[in-house]
T-cell receptor
Framework: GNSVTQMEGPVTLSEEAFLTINCTYT??????LFWYVQYPGEGLQLLLK?????DKGSNKGFEATYRKETTSFHLEKGSVQVSDSAVYFC???????????FGPGTRLSVLP | DAGVTQSPTHLIKTRGQQVTLRCSPK?????VSWYQQALGQGPQFIFQYYEEEERQRGNFPDRFSGHQFPNYSSELNVNALLLGDSALYLCASSPGGGLGIYEQYFGPGTRLTVT
């Protein structure tokens, strides 16, 4: 079945540091890929998405590129802020936008 | 727009009891999905409701059942509760039957503790 693997946390960075959170997937067909973020005490929010190979999703300074050849969708941000502290989930869906599978999440803490 | 709302926020039950969780989707959304998120884990798909029917189901036992009402709101029922059912239960809604939309809006969840 489909699955998502992402780097284990927690990840602790200083403000303005570069962020990479690795995500790889196993899926049949043509999945869509997502990053969701869960801020403390809040529900999951969609951060960015990519629905086909080579697409780049971006939002709030975060970026991720759908790499079919390496089955990866790594999340990056050039300069993190304290307000980016949250848990980040990589996820995929099937080519109809159904059957979501989430990774285990990576907790990010950004220190001032 | 109120977004996705869930009730109650927290719930404590005893093993063997039954529980009902409720979800109201975002305005204009007709598809509701339920997820279980154990502590420190990612959400796991339980099932999805569309047009008042269960359209898809994840790998959860029959103790987990649901319902969708004509106003698109939904309930999740869990019978014969086990300690392992303790988790955050998330509801997510999407529009247009959920097909080809790719985006779900999540509620804040209901924290269920089974003792």
């Amino acid at each position: 079945g489909n699955s998502v693997t992402q780097m284990e946390g927690p990840v602790t960075l200083s403000e303005e540091a570069f962020l990479t959170i690795n995500c790889t997937y196993t899926a049949t067909g043509y999945p869509s890929l997502f990053w969701y973020v869960q801020y403390p005490g809040e529900g999951l929010q969609l951060l960015l998405k990519a629905t086909k190979a080579d697409d780049k999703g971006s939002n709030k300074g975060f970026e991720a590129t759908y790499r079919k050849e390496t089955t990866s969708f790594h999340l990056e941000k050039g300069s993190v802020q304290v307000s980016d502290s949250a848990v980040y989930f990589c996820a995929l869906s099937d080519n109809y936008g159904q059957n979501f599978v989430f990774g285990p999440g990576t907790r990010l803490s950004v220190l001032p | 727009d109120a977004g996705v709302t869930q009730s109650p926020t927290h719930l404590i039950k005893t093993r063997g009891q039954q529980v009902t969780l409720r979800c109201s989707p975002k305005s204009g959304h007709d598809t509701v999905s339920w997820y279980q998120q154990a502590l420190g884990q990612g959400p796991q798909f339980i099932f999805q409701y569309y047009e008042e029917e269960e359209r898809q189901r994840g790998n959860f036992p029959d103790r987990f059942s649901g319902h969708q009402f004509p106003n698109y709101s939904s309930e999740l029922n869990v019978n014969a509760l086990l300690l392992g059912d303790s988790a955050l239960y998330l509801c997510a809604s999407s529009p247009g039957g959920g097909l080809g939309i790719y985006e779900q809006y999540f509620g804040p969840g209901t924290r269920l503790t089974v003792t």
